[in-house]
């Protein structure tokens, strides 16, 4: 079933090449623009570049948008008349959902792990401390995989969801200064650093390429707290539409 | 087997029968179990062909029904097996790696019923399975729907053509704004209403004379004279075509047409309504 689920996730080549694409884009026009700004991370990058600081949180960002693989695909299953077809079979719909959630993630997983492939070896981004970078974006996608798809159970169709995170993902980025320098005020510093799922997950990669392992694990951990949170959120959700 | 109208809720009691929704009072027996809505049992033998193509177009004709059959637990094996088969019972042997958003509508219409019919079901339930598909493969499906029944599946088919379920039925279910108001085969529901019939007859030189003489046979009801037609109606059953003849060969016979009451006639005696395609007020 994951198999199915898989192929079926990866299907929309064009949707794909778009979140691998336009954030390489975006990294190297924001680059070309800050080449005279130092880009406020709000973890004082030492001796990380800015292509680096720029290639995590574009990941990061379209992390977010990739949310929709998920939560598309299992409205198409439970808000269509598909919806009769599945749920007049034995199946244990959990069983679709956890391989439909699965599926998504390995995609967007991949998708972000292809844009850091590219941003290193086109943009010549580096990346220290790579397995624990990519343990922090896991976590992420996974947190923004299931953030989707309660949005969607929530509000029983994709329409809100898709809306909720375009807005999210449109404004998030700003408040970790991705876009532009934030003032440097304690707020906005909080803000940037542990504000929102995505500063949490920016905050990590940068602490552990950083060496700053205990504000890495602080932050992993708050990462991974949201995620149990959101698990729990789901399973009532769950369980309303099953038979 | 069964005859609907529109908006007589048939999707709604199909969707009882498999457990897909809560009914408000009585009891449905499956397989001669409750259907509570969580007996995985009875869905496990029941194959659901719905009436909107519910397969998913941007994977292969293969996936599709591999899929369908994993929901039923078949193992990789029987699953690759079957595809086989059903791929020939549904006349798509050479595009099952074509995916269905290049197929023709009847093609996916196809599909769609093999994707039910993957793990043997006892039961298959079809939804009006021919909506909005070309005559070749409206006349695919029937005979392949009675072949089924002819191999021992027990199938019930939900349409409002009436063509369709004369051809299929061997028991008719009729419903009507949600109550099953008859059942049986054709001759026994043809049997119930005792309908009037028609005797159509087109002559060279008409004339009212013979009308009237028409009218006095004891068992004619009633006669209308139309140009060089008569339209003669006599109660069912009462064999008076030979007088008919008799009384009208001087006028030079032309055509004589005889209609029998069928399905629609027992649906418009029974429901006093057409059947419809238009939205209830």
Same mark, same amino acid.
């Given at each position: 079933m994951i198999a199915f689920q898989l192929k079926r996730s990866s299907r929309d080549l064009v949707g794909q090449a778009i979140l691998i694409l336009f954030p390489l884009i975006l990294i190297f026009f924001f680059d070309y623009l800050y080449k005279n700004i130092n880009i406020e991370t709000g973890m004082g990058m030492g001796g990380q570049s800015r292509i680096t600081?720029?290639?995590?949180?574009?990941?990061?960002?379209? %992390?977010?948008?990739?949310?929709?693989?998920s939560f598309e695909t299992l409205a198409e299953d439970l808000y269509s008349p598909m919806h009769d077809r599945i749920f007049s079979s034995p199946v244990d719909i959990? !069983?679709?959902?956890?391989?439909?959630?699965?599926?998504?993630?390995?995609?967007?997983? =991949? %998708?972000?792990?292809?844009?850091?492939?590219?941003?290193?070896?086109? $943009?010549?981004?580096?990346?220290?401390?790579?397995?624990?970078? *990519?343990?922090?974006?896991?976590?992420? &996608?996974?947190? @923004? %995989?299931?953030?989707?798809? &309660?949005? *969607?159970?929530?509000?029983?169709?994709? !329409?809100?969801? @898709?809306? &909720?995170?375009?807005?999210?993902?449109?404004?998030?980025? *700003?408040?970790?200064g991705l876009y532009f320098p934030l003032p440097q005020t304690a707020f906005f510093r909080i $803000?940037?650093?542990?504000?929102?799922?995505?500063?949490?997950? @920016?905050?990590?990669?940068?602490? &552990?390429?950083?060496? %700053?392992?205990?504000?890495?694990?602080?932050?992993?951990?708050? =990462?991974?707290?949201?995620i149990v949170l959101l698990f729990f959120c789901l399973r009532p959700l769950v369980r309303r539409i099953s038979i | 087997m069964g005859l609907w109208s529109q908006w007589a809720g048939k999707t709604t009691c199909i969707r009882s029968i498999i457990g897909l929704i809560p009914i408000d009072e009585g009891t449905i027996t499956v397989f001669s179990q409750n259907q509570d809505g969580k007996n995985r049992e009875i869905r496990r033998n029941i194959g659901y062909v719905t009436q909107e193509i519910t397969i998913y177009e941007q994977m292969s004709g293969r996936d599709n029904l591999a899929f369908f059959a994993?929901?039923?637990?078949?193992?990789?094996?029987?699953?690759?097996?079957?595809?086989?088969?059903?791929?020939?019972?549904?006349?798509?042997?050479?595009?099952? +790696?074509d995916k269905p958003k290049h197929y023709s509508g009847g093609m996916k219409r196809r599909l769609?019923?093999?994707?039910?019919?993957?793990?043997?079901?006892?039961?298959?339930?079809?939804?009006?399975?021919?909506?909005?598909?070309?005559?070749?493969?409206?006349?695919?499906?029937?005979?392949?729907?009675?072949?089924?029944?002819?191999?021992?599946?027990?199938?019930?088919?939900?349409s409002h053509y009436i063509e369709e379920v004369e051809a299929v039925a061997s028991r008719i279910y009729i419903m009507d704004s949600g109550h099953m108001i008859a059942q049986g085969t054709l001759p026994e529901l043809i049997a119930r209403i005792q309908g009037d019939h028609f005797i159509e007859v087109e002559v060279r030189i008409a004339s009212e004379e013979k009308k009237q003489q028409l009218l006095r046979l004891? +068992?004619?009801?009633? /006669?209308?004279?139309?140009?060089?037609?008569?339209?003669?109606?006599?109660?069912?059953?009462?064999?008076?075509? +030979?007088?008919?003849?008799?009384?009208?060969?001087?006028?030079?016979?032309?055509?004589?047409?005889?209609?029998?009451?069928?399905?629609?006639? /027992?649906?418009?005696?029974?429901?006093?309504?057409?059947?419809?395609?238009?939205?209830?007020?």
């Open positions: 600081a720029l290639a995590i949180g574009f990941a990061l960002t379209f %992390q977010i948008y990739g949310s929709a693989i959990r !069983k679709i959902i956890v391989s439909i959630l699965l599926s998504s993630t390995v995609v967007s997983f =991949l %998708q972000t792990s292809i844009l850091l492939v590219f941003s290193s070896i086109i $943009l010549g981004a580096s990346f220290p401390s790579l397995p624990l970078v *990519m343990l922090v974006l896991l976590a992420s &996608v996974v947190f @923004n %995989q299931l953030f989707g798809t &309660v949005l *969607m159970l929530l509000t029983g169709g994709v !329409k809100t969801a @898709n809306m &909720v995170t375009t807005i999210y993902g449109s404004i998030v980025p *700003m408040t970790v $803000l940037r650093l542990y504000g929102t799922p995505m500063g949490l997950a @920016n905050t990590a990669s940068l602490a &552990v390429m950083e060496g %700053q392992i205990r504000l890495f694990l602080i932050c992993l951990a708050s =990462l991974l707290l949201l | 994993s929901l039923y637990g078949m193992d990789k094996q029987s699953i690759a097996r079957r595809i086989e088969e059903v791929a020939q019972v549904i006349g798509l042997e050479g595009r099952l +790696d769609n019923i093999g994707c039910a019919l993957m793990h043997r079901p006892r039961l298959i339930i079809m939804d009006e399975p021919t909506v909005g598909i070309d005559p070749q493969s409206r006349s695919f499906i029937l005979s392949f729907v009675k072949q089924l029944a002819k191999e021992g599946s027990t199938i019930i088919y939900t004891p +068992d004619v009801k009633e /006669v209308a004279l139309e140009g060089t037609h008569y339209r003669i109606v006599v109660p069912g059953g009462i064999p008076v075509l +030979d007088k008919v003849v008799l009384i009208l060969s001087e006028q030079g016979l032309v055509t004589i047409n005889t209609k029998q009451p069928n399905l629609e006639d /027992v649906f418009l005696t029974l429901t006093g309504k057409q059947l419809r395609d238009e939205v209830p007020s």
